[in-house]
């Protein structure tokens, strides 16, 4: 029997005493995939990523699931792929892709490719002195700061021109852009594909007065019919990356002023896969998983 590993950990596992708020979406996630996993009499196994080796035997393939504070123990979480890796697990996404995809500096590389990214400063450590000469540059009134390493808006930052305290500063390497005000207005696209394949779109918008768009601060997410050209352009991004295309991803887009869309992020490693608005979602994994294992 072919058996899948959904990795998880301490604060998205059902009964966990240090639980999210959001982890419902692992509870919908395993939902989803356990029918279609086990049309194919497949075993789905799910295991904290922090577990002994040993609960990895006869494991054929590890999905990343919902790890979701491997930013936390980057190095910790590494070591556990490599060390999967080299028993014969085929890890998902494996992690030479974790290793680019961690730090959103990939971005860099991204845009170098011909993609469309937001204007970003990348910056060690940043000063209330750095943040108003970003304001300048870009010629904004308000500025997102984010961490290079991070995810789920954690420890995010919106800051106002003219309103930022002598005294503040952002300890962690960041990213700076300009806030574009499509966020609330339109809400951002999340374009998911399984194996290469285009599977379904979400749309995500935040709750009035805020600008995150992520289930713990009030967001909402939309099914969304996208275009044909939406699609293609979202499809560009993973054409773009340096690897082949993983077995799942999930591109976030924003519509610019122009009216095409730019990315924010190529989600690799953990990403919420939206399930509720993709009812197809478990089986075309499952389908991308047969291609992957060459079942």
Known sequence: MTTIAFLACETTLP??????????EHDLMIEAIRPAFEQKTWELRVIDWEAPMAAFDGVDLVMLGTSWNYADNSDAFHAKLEALEAAGINVCNNAAIVRWNISKTYL???A??????????????????????????????KLVVKRQIGAGAEGQDLLERGAVPADWQFTHPAMVQPFL???????????LFFGGSYG???????????????????GRELAHDPSADE??????II??????APLYARIDMLEGEDGRLMV?????????LYPEQGPQMGENLANAIVKELEL
């Not at 054409?239 to 082949?244: G, H, Q, R, V």
């Open 264 to 272: 924010m992020e190529a989600e690799l490693i953990e990403p919420y």
């Open 112 to 141: 170098k490719h011909g993609a469309r990214t937001i204007p970003t400063l990348w910056l060690d450590h940043l000063s209330a002195a750095d943040a108003e000469a970003a304001f300048g540059q870009f010629d904004c009134e």
């Open 181 to 191: 005000p499509a966020i609330a207005e339109k809400g951002e696209f999340s374009f």
């Open 200 to 218: 379904h779109c979400v749309r995500k918008l935040p709750d009035a007065g805020d600008y995150r768009i992520q289930s713990l601060y009030g």
């Open 108 to 110: 860099q590389e991204l």
């Open 231 to 236: 699609i293609a352009q979202a499809a560009a």
């Open 239 to 244: 054409e773009a990356l340096p690897f082949d």
């Open 15 to 24: 009964g966990s005493n240090t639980r999210r708020e959001d982890a419902f």
